[in-house]
Nanobody, 119 residues
Framework: QVQFVESGGGLVQPGGSLRLSCAASRSIFSSYAMGWSRQAPGKQRELVAVISSGGITHYADSGKGRFTISRDNAKNTVYLQMNSLKAEDTGVYYC?????????????WGQGTQVTVSS
């Protein structure tokens, strides 16, 4: 069974930073691509960033230059560092896992963590 434990969301002012963390089941983490999706109020879910099992990363245009995805295979954890946050970054952020980047966001989703960017 695939399980995720997400953390790091919260309320931050525009221009601030947050780091999201997602600890995944050891059974999938080492070989799977990992990623983060988000759903803003009234909008469809958007794949924000992905990282392959080998460390190759891709970002949606909305996060390029501001977001950094990384993974620590020893801790079975994937991170999303978000800088220069904007109000439009507000939403629920979900951890994803899939066999490879091409199949992201995949079938495995975390429970979500709320990010609110507001003054």
């Amino acid at each position: 069974q695939v399980q995720f434990v997400e953390s790091g969301g919260g309320l931050v002012q525009p221009g601030g930073s947050l780091r999201l963390s997602c600890a995944a089941s050891r059974s999938i983490f080492s070989s799977y691509a990992m990623g983060w999706s988000r759903q803003a109020p009234g909008k469809q879910r958007e794949l924000v960033a992905v990282i392959s099992s080998g460390g190759i990363t891709h970002y949606a245009d909305s996060g390029k230059g501001r977001f950094t995805i990384s993974r620590d295979n020893a801790k079975n954890t994937v991170y999303l560092q978000m800088n220069s946050l904007k109000a439009e970054d507000t939403g629920v952020y979900y951890c994803n896992a899939a066999p490879n980047i091409a199949t992201m966001p995949g079938a495995y989703w975390g429970q979500g963590t709320q990010v609110t960017v507001s003054s």
